[in-house]
């Protein structure tokens, strides 16, 4: 994506306690490989170019870059004002109150860095790093990252840093990329304090640090970095290195909500609905996931499909259920997919389709969900389901679906071995996958293992 530095990867899904087909969660913990999200606004550009200049003062710009026109920018870049260049290939890189030109955006950076605008520099070392408008260039990119660095651009020491931590391009060299992100953070540099975060969450030491995530994590924060605010939060919320404070996680995530981070809205749609460290409030959470949803965040489309499959603060509406499932299982959230396979195999709000179902199923289950495992296994082995058996790839849905720790899945797997069905008999086999079974507090596959004997009625999927 243009402008952005690159995605975040996604963040982990939680379940709420006790739901099975539905797909109320929240995020927890974004402590995987974590990148700078989009650039934000010329405000952090200002307070990087003076730093950039470092003891000479320079003069305010020609132009108000915020408020000018284009025509306004472009005349001030053809006069030799770096910033109004700058300025105006931010836009056009990002189509703000123009046509988006990333050839016009690549040329005006260049013509920003030629006259010492450093975050030109790191704004065109993006562009080669991302093959925005130009060649895929990462030797380039890593020059420009390391001019504008060097000359006081926070976000090109933080950009530089993370090719660094990740090896790209450059010799993976994590102490280096630490230093990096350090002197970015200390200059202010929000993306770069929430990385320092990531990592001492995951376990990395970073010296003279002795407070762990959280003080990274409100550093960013404070700088109204959105993603920074909810893993404050979840830090908060999961009592990591502090003490569990579940008022102060909502509020971060509200915090990480108004800065547009909307996982933070999702997680704190989670604790409104669900009355955690906030008066319980469904109307409250079906409206925060809806202002997820609409930012296309999968979970809050997932979550707010849920709430109208189940009914919790809104009328039961299956066919509205469906329609957000649909999206969140087009934004890749698995559980969405789960749900909605369910749903078009009983044909609850939609019309039925058991070979859409199937194909649900194996993408959510391919994805880990376990409950997708089990559901298309079912629609594979049963003849009842409609569509034609196929016992070996069914073992395979069962078989991914008890490693992925549902229950039924386990017990399934296990009366196909119990009763030989187009396998040998395996009684050893079988007790084993009902012990897994009732260990993971499954009264079916409790009995079972005590008794092997009679026949074990495969557990249908949830309606």
């Given amino acids: 994506m243009a402008g952005a530095p690159r995605p975040r990867n996604p963040a982990t899904r939680s379940p709420a306690p006790g739901v099975l087909s539905s797909t109320f969660g929240r995020v927890v913990g974004a402590i995987g490989p974590m990148s700078p999200p989009p650039r934000r606004g010329l405000a952090w550009i200002f307070a990087a170019s003076v730093a950039s200049l470092a003891c000479r003062k320079r003069a305010p710009p020609a132009v108000d870059l915020r408020r000018s026109g284009a025509a306004e920018l472009q005349a001030a870049c053809d006069r030799g004002e770096g910033r109004a260049c700058d300025a105006l290939g931010d836009r056009l890189e990002r189509?703000?109150?123009?046509?988006?030109?990333?050839?016009?955006?690549?040329?005006?950076?260049?013509?920003?860095?030629?006259?010492?605008?450093?975050?030109?520099?790191?704004?065109?070392?993006?562009?080669?790093?991302?093959?925005?408008?130009?060649?895929?260039?990462?030797?380039?990119?890593?020059?420009?990252?390391?001019?504008?660095?060097?000359?006081?651009?926070?976000?090109?020491?933080?950009?530089?840093?993370?090719?660094?931590?990740?090896?790209?391009?450059?010799?993976?060299?994590?102490?280096?990329?630490?230093?990096?992100?350090?002197?970015?953070?200390?200059?202010?540099e929000p993306?770069?304090?929430?990385?320092?975060?990531?990592?001492?969450?995951?376990?990395?030491?970073?010296?003279?640090?002795?407070?762990?995530?959280?003080?990274?994590?409100?550093?960013a924060c404070d700088l109204r970095d959105g993603p920074s605010c909810t893993n404050l939060g979840w830090v908060y919320e999961e009592g990591r290195a502090v003490p569990r404070d579940l008022p102060r996680a909502a509020s971060t995530y509200r915090r990480a909500c108004d800065f547009n981070d909307l996982r933070g809205c999702v997680n704190l749609g989670w604790m409104t609905q669900h009355g955690a460290g906030v008066p319980a409030d469904a109307a409250e959470a079906r409206r925060l996931y809806e202002q997820a949803c609409a930012g296309d965040n999968a979970l809050g489309c997932a979550n707010l499909g849920a709430l109208y499959e189940e009914g919790v603060g809104v009328t039961a509406d299956l066919s509205r259920a469906a329609t957000h499932y649909e999206k969140a299982c087009a934004g890749e959230n698995m559980r969405a997919c789960a749900?909605?396979?369910?749903?078009?195999?009983?044909?609850?709000?939609?019309?039925?389709?058991?070979?859409?179902?199937?194909?649900?199923?194996?993408?959510?289950?391919?994805?880990?969900?376990?409950?997708?495992?089990?559901?298309?296994?079912?629609?594979?082995?049963?003849?009842?389901?409609?569509?034609?058996?196929?016992?070996?790839?069914a073992r395979r849905f069962y078989g991914r679906g008890c490693e992925l720790e549902n229950p039924a899945a386990c017990v399934n797997l296990g009366s196909i071995f119990q009763h030989g069905q187009d396998v040998p008999v395996d009684l050893g086999r079988a007790g084993s996958l009902y012990e897994t079974a009732c260990r993971m507090g499954f009264e079916t596959g409790c009995s079972l293992q005590r008794s092997l004997r009679g026949g074990a009625a495969p557990v249908r999927p949830p309606a």
């Fill in 339 to 393: 749900s909605l396979a369910a749903m078009l195999q009983n044909g609850r709000g939609v019309a039925r389709d058991l070979a859409r179902a199937l194909t649900l199923d194996a993408r959510a289950c391919d994805g880990g969900n376990a409950l997708a495992c089990n559901n298309g296994g079912w629609l594979l082995n049963e003849a009842a389901s409609g569509l034609p058996r196929d016992a070996e790839r």
């Fill in 95 to 188: 189509g703000t109150g123009v046509v988006r030109d990333l050839g016009r955006a690549r040329s005006l950076y260049q013509r920003a860095c030629d006259r010492r605008e450093l975050a030109g520099c790191t704004h065109l070392g993006w562009l080669y790093e991302s093959g925005g408008g130009v060649a895929r260039d990462l030797p380039r990119a890593v020059t420009l990252y390391r001019r504008g660095c060097e000359g006081g651009h926070m976000r090109g020491c933080t950009n530089l840093g993370w090719l660094m931590e990740n090896g790209v391009t450059v010799a993976r060299d994590l102490p280096g990329a630490v230093a990096l992100y350090e002197r970015a953070c200390r200059g202010d």
């Fill in 191 to 219: 993306v770069a304090c929430g990385n320092l975060g990531r990592l001492a969450a995951g376990g990395t030491a970073i010296p003279g640090n002795t407070q762990g995530a959280r003080v990274y994590f409100a550093r």
